[in-house]
């Protein structure tokens, strides 16, 4: 009888540990490295396991947002979920004067995101023209 609450005891402690482990890694927030060339930006995510079809990829004020889901299909019950099943990471971009509609991501087999945002020309080295028309009614 004894034996049979150490096991048990062991069970729940084994558990316990593995539903903190995986929050504690949802949590934890994908790779990212930002790079600018003269003509874009190109912001590298590490998404190991990830598919396309389990990618978002959002813009806005600037910023770029990645979100992956993953589905985890095991032969038995987990007990020690180290693996998160969904994470994100967001990056800002030094500036607004991008074109996202001309942006693209690139999922590779190995799991790394490429998501490519060119650069429009204004707001560089130019001031932002004001239409002295707009607003008049």
Do not use: C, W
Request: aromatic share 6%.
């Amino acid at each position: 009888m004894f034996q049979e609450y150490v096991t048990a005891a062991g069970r729940a402690m084994v558990d316990t540990l593995g539903r903190t482990a995986s929050r504690l890694q949802a949590r934890r927030p994908l790779a990212v490295d930002l790079l600018e060339s003269e003509d874009a930006f190109l912001a590298i995510f590490d998404a190991p396991g990830a598919s396309s079809d389990s990618v978002g990829v959002e813009y806005e004020n600037a910023t770029i947002t990645v979100t992956v889901h993953r589905s985890r299909e095991t032969p038995g019950e987990v007990r020690f979920g180290g693996r998160p099943l969904a994470q994100s990471r967001s990056v800002q971009l030094p500036t607004s004067a991008v074109d996202f509609d001309g942006a693209s991501a690139t999922l590779s087999g190995n799991g790394t995101l490429h998501v490519q945002i060119p650069k429009t020309e204004a707001g560089f080295d130019e001031p932002i023209r004001i239409d002295p028309t707009a607003g008049d009614d």
